[in-house]
Protein backbone atom coordinates (compact mmCIF):
# COMPACT_ATOMS: atom_id res chain seq x y z
CA UNK A 1 0.00 0.00 0.00
CA UNK A 2 1.58 3.33 -0.90
CA UNK A 3 1.92 6.32 1.44
CA UNK A 4 -1.02 8.31 -0.10
CA UNK A 5 -3.85 5.44 -0.18
CA UNK A 6 -2.12 4.69 3.65
CA UNK A 7 -2.80 8.63 4.95
CA UNK A 8 -6.34 8.97 3.01
CA UNK A 9 -7.15 5.54 4.68
CA UNK A 10 -6.70 7.31 8.21
CA UNK A 11 -7.92 10.43 6.97
CA UNK A 12 -11.33 8.61 5.69
CA UNK A 13 -11.39 6.71 9.27
CA UNK A 14 -11.11 9.58 11.67
CA UNK A 15 -13.51 11.94 10.07
CA UNK A 16 -16.07 8.85 9.77
CA UNK A 17 -15.20 8.87 13.65
CA UNK A 18 -15.86 12.24 13.90
CA UNK A 19 -19.10 12.12 12.12
CA UNK A 20 -20.32 9.59 14.47
CA UNK A 21 -19.53 12.13 17.44
CA UNK A 22 -21.28 14.90 16.32
CA UNK A 23 -24.40 14.35 18.59
CA UNK A 24 -22.02 14.22 21.53
CA UNK A 25 -19.81 17.38 20.55
CA UNK A 26 -23.56 19.56 20.31
CA UNK A 27 -24.23 18.32 23.93
CA UNK A 28 -20.84 19.11 25.19
CA UNK A 29 -19.92 22.21 23.61
CA UNK A 30 -23.28 23.67 22.70
CA UNK A 31 -21.51 27.32 21.10
CA UNK A 32 -19.31 25.58 18.92
CA UNK A 33 -21.88 23.01 17.49
CA UNK A 34 -25.44 23.06 18.14
CA UNK A 35 -27.24 26.54 16.70
CA UNK A 36 -29.28 28.95 19.33
CA UNK A 37 -31.74 28.48 20.60
CA UNK A 38 -31.50 24.62 20.73
CA UNK A 39 -34.05 23.18 17.54
CA UNK A 40 -34.65 19.40 18.54
CA UNK A 41 -35.77 18.96 14.53
CA UNK A 42 -32.61 20.12 13.34
CA UNK A 43 -30.57 18.56 15.53
CA UNK A 44 -32.03 15.05 14.31
CA UNK A 45 -31.44 15.82 10.83
CA UNK A 46 -27.77 16.44 11.33
CA UNK A 47 -26.72 14.12 13.48
CA UNK A 48 -28.64 11.59 11.14
CA UNK A 49 -27.14 13.27 7.85
CA UNK A 50 -23.24 13.31 9.66
CA UNK A 51 -24.12 9.88 11.18
CA UNK A 52 -24.36 8.09 7.63
CA UNK A 53 -21.96 10.24 5.68
CA UNK A 54 -19.70 8.75 8.61
CA UNK A 55 -20.77 5.19 8.22
CA UNK A 56 -20.28 5.41 4.55
CA UNK A 57 -16.54 6.76 4.95
CA UNK A 58 -15.23 4.22 7.44
CA UNK A 59 -16.73 2.15 4.75
CA UNK A 60 -14.58 4.05 2.20
CA UNK A 61 -11.96 3.56 4.04
CA UNK A 62 -11.21 0.22 3.37
CA UNK A 63 -10.71 1.03 -0.80
CA UNK A 64 -10.86 4.44 -0.82
CA UNK A 65 -10.12 4.59 -4.85
CA UNK A 66 -13.18 2.97 -5.17
CA UNK A 67 -15.29 5.42 -3.38
CA UNK A 68 -13.44 8.87 -4.94
CA UNK A 69 -17.15 10.38 -5.81
CA UNK A 70 -18.36 10.24 -2.02
CA UNK A 71 -14.88 11.11 -0.94
CA UNK A 72 -15.22 14.60 -3.50
CA UNK A 73 -18.73 15.23 -1.64
CA UNK A 74 -17.44 14.87 1.08
CA UNK A 75 -14.85 17.73 0.60
CA UNK A 76 -17.34 20.03 -1.43
CA UNK A 77 -20.10 19.57 0.80
CA UNK A 78 -18.30 20.68 3.67
CA UNK A 79 -16.83 23.63 1.94
CA UNK A 80 -20.18 24.77 1.01
CA UNK A 81 -21.63 24.40 4.63
CA UNK A 82 -18.87 25.98 6.09
CA UNK A 83 -19.24 28.95 3.63
CA UNK A 84 -23.35 29.35 4.58
CA UNK A 85 -22.39 29.06 8.04
CA UNK A 86 -19.27 31.24 8.40
CA UNK A 87 -21.83 34.32 7.06
CA UNK A 88 -24.69 32.87 9.35
CA UNK A 89 -22.25 33.15 12.26
CA UNK A 90 -20.89 36.39 11.62
CA UNK A 91 -24.11 37.88 10.89
CA UNK A 92 -25.74 36.17 13.97
CA UNK A 93 -23.71 37.20 17.10
CA UNK A 94 -25.39 34.23 19.18
CA UNK A 95 -23.40 32.18 16.99
CA UNK A 96 -19.81 33.89 16.70
CA UNK A 97 -18.96 30.30 18.68
CA UNK A 98 -19.41 28.21 15.71
CA UNK A 99 -16.72 30.55 14.62
CA UNK A 100 -14.12 28.22 16.90
CA UNK A 101 -16.37 25.02 16.14
CA UNK A 102 -17.56 23.47 13.52
CA UNK A 103 -16.95 26.00 10.98
CA UNK A 104 -12.90 25.24 10.87
CA UNK A 105 -13.54 21.64 11.36
CA UNK A 106 -15.78 21.55 8.45
CA UNK A 107 -12.90 23.54 6.60
CA UNK A 108 -9.97 21.10 7.84
CA UNK A 109 -12.09 18.13 6.91
CA UNK A 110 -12.54 19.48 3.39
CA UNK A 111 -8.79 20.36 2.93
CA UNK A 112 -7.44 16.95 4.23
CA UNK A 113 -9.41 15.20 2.54
CA UNK A 114 -8.97 17.16 -0.75
CA UNK A 115 -5.45 17.70 -0.81
CA UNK A 116 -4.77 13.42 0.25
CA UNK A 117 -7.53 12.46 -2.62
CA UNK A 118 -5.44 14.37 -4.91
CA UNK A 119 -2.15 13.01 -4.14
CA UNK A 120 -4.26 9.75 -4.65
CA UNK A 121 -5.80 10.26 -7.70
CA UNK A 122 -2.34 11.98 -8.99
CA UNK A 123 -0.16 9.13 -8.06
CA UNK A 124 -3.17 6.88 -9.62
CA UNK A 125 -2.75 8.32 -12.70
CA UNK A 126 0.97 8.59 -12.96
CA UNK A 127 0.93 4.39 -12.08
CA UNK A 128 -1.28 4.44 -15.19
CA UNK A 129 0.54 6.34 -17.09
CA UNK A 130 3.71 3.95 -16.36
CA UNK A 131 1.57 0.65 -17.00
CA UNK A 132 1.00 1.73 -20.53
CA UNK A 133 4.55 2.74 -21.61
Do not use: C
Not at 51 to 62: D, H, I, K, M
Not at 106 to 123: E, N, Q
Amino acid sequence: MDESNRYLRIALIAVGIAFLLIYPLMKVWSSGWSWQPGQYEYEQMIVGVYATLGVFLLWASRNPSAHLSLIWFTVWSSVVHGLIMSVQAVIDPAEHGHLIGDIPALFLVAIVLGVLTSRKTVSNRRNDSEAIT
